[in-house]
């Protein structure tokens, strides 16, 4: 097996109505040994921007410090909060530094993207361990459940979801997906994102 | 130096299988059941053809799909079919639906060390009028379920269905239970959703989908009835009845 399947972990991020989520499961193992069930992978980047690093354990460790270090160093340079576009370059850049030995991690982006009008729109984002950027305008996978998170995303997923029906929506496609999933799984976080609020919750689901 | 001469270590090999691709699909029902399969064949990139059918009318009570080979899942339905009618000869009646999954298990067995390399999914009508099916690996292992998904789509449709057919991760609301059986018109909707799915996401599925639906005998057709072109394939009359449903899926 791959680096990347060595810890185990998937991460998702869907679009709804002004509103994204992000989710991911919250294991951590070495091949089939399971060691931890409260493995965050998903880190608050602004008070609208989430970022989740699926893949390799000790990378999500060491490049969530990395951006906050660079983001921080962004937001005192221009004085204002990193945005999701701009982050996602960051990310990109970031990650392609190291095209010949890379951080194990595909990152997985969600936020509120500020327009000239003041008003926030969805913007989703993923990337591969080099840095090349997926924009979706539906979902985003990432992580040794992927396979299963396109299937059950593409079923039931539908444009312009309410929060509380995308939250249903991205919990379900995450906790059937890790359920075939050796890798991922041991319960579940999800968070939706919305202009005012964001709203964190912890799934149980089967931890076995 | 390929001159016959010792002087050099050679190798040769000759690889007896491929992956042909597509995704076959089952849901029993408790009065039907549905056996869905793509028609696209492929190796490697290419397609070889987009109409190849992988799901197979055995009896008026039972379906075969299968997956994976395309040239041993022929063969594989070629010499069951062989069986099936040595048994119509001595018996005078179609194999039972339990009887077919058990032959194909020895069968499969029987190559034990070399392989059909097939995964197969039988669909159809139990004695007693209920819809099974059973699911096989390619050395014979079977198990009844309610459903199951097989094939290179597999992994993005079985979660789906895990969902959407046994309601796994839904709690039910208070006081009721999940339904341990769905109507036909749902089945039919999932089993065009998964592959509608599967398609968009998944290089090797795409360009036709063939349902075959088994009713016991006796069941109105009413809800066959909204499909274009629903085909009846019956050989009999006064049994149960296979019908085959053909759409389209995406080609790209």
């Given at each position: 097996?791959?680096?990347?399947?060595?810890?185990g972990?998937?991460?998702?991020?869907?679009?709804?109505?002004?509103?994204?989520?992000?989710?991911?499961?919250?294991?951590?193992g070495?091949?089939?040994?399971s060691?931890?069930?409260n493995?965050?992978?998903?880190?608050?980047?602004?008070?609208r921007?989430?970022?989740?690093?699926?893949?390799?354990a000790t990378?999500?460790?060491?490049?969530?410090?990395?951006?906050?270090?660079?983001?921080?160093?962004?937001?005192?340079?221009?004085?204002?909060?990193?945005e999701?576009?701009?982050?996602?370059?960051?990310?990109?850049?970031?990650?392609?530094?190291?095209?010949?030995?890379p951080?194990?991690?595909?990152?997985?982006?969600?936020?509120?993207?500020?327009?000239p009008?003041?008003?926030?729109?969805?913007?989703?984002?993923?990337?591969?361990?080099?840095?090349?950027?997926?924009?979706?305008?539906?979902f985003?996978?990432?992580?040794t459940?992927?396979?299963?998170?396109?299937?059950v995303?593409e079923g039931?997923?539908?444009?312009?979801?309410?929060?509380?029906?995308?939250f249903?929506?991205?919990?379900q496609t995450?906790?059937?997906?890790?359920?075939?999933?050796a890798?991922?799984?041991?319960?579940?976080?999800v968070?939706?994102?919305?202009?005012?609020?964001?709203?964190?919750?912890?799934?149980?689901?089967?931890?076995? | 130096?390929p001159?016959?001469?010792?002087?050099?270590?050679?190798?040769?090999?000759?690889?007896?299988?491929?992956?042909?691709?597509?995704?076959i699909?089952?849901?029993?029902?408790?009065?039907?059941?549905?056996?869905?399969?793509?028609?696209?064949?492929?190796?490697?990139?290419?397609?070889?053809t987009?109409?190849?059918?992988k799901?197979?009318?055995?009896?008026?009570r039972?379906?075969?799909?299968?997956?994976?080979f395309?040239?041993?899942?022929?063969?594989?339905?070629?010499?069951?079919?062989?069986?099936?009618?040595?048994?119509?000869?001595?018996?005078?009646?179609?194999?039972?639906?339990?009887?077919?999954?058990?032959?194909?298990?020895?069968?499969?067995?029987?190559?034990?060390?070399?392989?059909?390399?097939?995964?197969?999914?039988?669909?159809g009508?139990?004695?007693?009028?209920?819809?099974?099916?059973?699911?096989?690996?390619p050395?014979?292992?079977?198990?009844?379920?309610?459903?199951?998904?097989?094939?290179?789509?597999?992994?993005?449709?079985?979660?789906?269905?895990?969902?959407?057919?046994y309601?796994?991760n839904?709690?039910a609301?208070?006081?009721q239970?999940?339904?341990l059986?769905?109507?036909l018109?749902?089945?039919?909707?999932i089993v065009?959703?998964?592959?509608?799915?599967?398609?968009?996401?998944?290089?090797?599925?795409?360009?036709?989908?063939?349902?075959?639906?088994?009713?016991?005998?006796?069941?109105?057709?009413?809800?066959l009835?909204?499909?274009?072109?629903v085909?009846?394939l019956?050989?009999?009359?006064?049994?149960?009845?296979?019908?085959?449903?053909q759409?389209?899926l995406?080609?790209?």
């Amino acid at each position: 097996m791959s680096i990347m399947q060595h810890n185990g972990g998937s991460v998702i991020a869907m679009v709804g109505k002004d509103c994204v989520a992000i989710a991911s499961d919250l294991r951590l193992g070495v091949q089939s040994l399971s060691i931890s069930s409260n493995f965050e992978k998903i880190f608050p980047v602004t008070e609208r921007l989430y970022v989740g690093f699926p893949g390799l354990a000790t990378d999500v460790t060491t490049l969530r410090e990395v951006f906050r270090y660079r983001v921080n160093m962004y937001t005192i340079k221009e004085e204002r909060a990193i945005e999701p576009t701009i982050f996602t370059q960051l990310v990109s850049s970031t990650l392609y530094e190291r095209r010949f030995g890379p951080y194990f991690i595909e990152p997985v982006i969600a936020g509120l993207q500020k327009t000239p009008s003041g008003s926030y729109e969805p913007f989703i984002a993923a990337t591969d361990l080099i840095g090349c950027i997926n924009f979706a305008k539906d979902f985003v996978v990432a992580g040794t459940a992927s396979e299963k998170l396109f299937g059950v995303a593409e079923g039931l997923w539908e444009p312009g979801l309410e929060p509380e029906d995308l939250f249903e929506t991205i919990s379900q496609t995450l906790m059937n997906a890790v359920d075939r999933d050796a890798f991922s799984g041991w319960g579940a976080i999800v968070h939706v994102i919305t202009k005012d609020k964001v709203i964190t919750r912890k799934l149980k689901g089967r931890m076995d | 130096m390929p001159d016959g001469s010792f002087s050099h270590p050679q190798q040769r090999q000759f690889n007896p299988y491929t992956e042909n691709g597509g995704t076959i699909l089952a849901i029993a029902g408790k009065d039907f059941s549905v056996i869905a399969g793509d028609t696209r064949q492929s190796e490697g990139y290419s397609i070889q053809t987009r109409y190849a059918p992988k799901v197979f009318r055995l009896t008026d009570r039972a379906v075969l799909a299968v997956n994976g080979f395309a040239a041993d899942g022929n063969m594989f339905v070629k010499k069951v079919q062989q069986r099936l009618e040595w048994y119509r000869h001595a018996h005078a009646k179609d194999m039972p639906l339990g009887a077919i999954a058990r032959l194909i298990q020895t069968m499969l067995y029987g190559r034990r060390f070399f392989p059909y390399y097939v995964y197969n999914i039988l669909g159809g009508i139990e004695e007693d009028g209920t819809g099974a099916v059973y699911s096989f690996d390619p050395v014979g292992s079977y198990e009844r379920e309610a459903c199951r998904a097989a094939g290179a789509a597999q992994s993005l449709v079985q979660p789906f269905l895990d969902n959407q057919i046994y309601f796994k991760n839904q709690q039910a609301p208070a006081g009721q239970s999940h339904p341990l059986h769905l109507p036909l018109s749902d089945v039919l909707a999932i089993v065009i959703d998964s592959f509608t799915s599967a398609t968009e996401r998944h290089i090797e599925v795409g360009d036709g989908l063939e349902i075959y639906v088994v009713l016991t005998k006796g069941r109105p057709t009413q809800d066959l009835e909204g499909y274009r072109g629903v085909k009846e394939l019956t050989t009999r009359p006064d049994g149960d009845r296979v019908f085959l449903i053909q759409r389209e899926l995406k080609k790209d």
